[in-house]
């Protein structure tokens, strides 16, 4: 024997699987990834590498100015 339900159960239960939440942050993750990796193939580690360090210390300095001016 199975575990039995009724219909209303069946419904709301149903009505759960159509509202799923996107996972934005994962995703951002899995695509900043591939774009990682697909500029080390194709234009060299210390190049990628870099650009990575220069990028991440604007968006600090970024981050350090807007925080100071709160």
């Known amino acids: 024997m199975g575990i039995r339900c009724n219909r209303r159960e069946a419904l709301v ?3 759960g699987m159509d509202k ?3 996972n934005w942050k994962m ?3 899995l695509i900043m990834n591939a774009v990682m990796w697909y ?3 194709t234009n060299g580690f210390w190049i990628t590498l870099l650009w990575v360090l ?14 100071n001016m709160i």
Do not use: P, W
């Not at 300095?61 to 807007?66: N, R, V």
């Open 20 to 22: 799923m939440n996107i």
């Open 54 to 67: 220069i990028i991440a210390c604007i968006g600090g300095i970024i981050i350090k100015t807007k925080e």
């Open 27 to 29: 995703i951002t993750l």
């Open 13 to 15: 239960s149903m009505e």
């Open 39 to 41: 500029s080390v193939f």
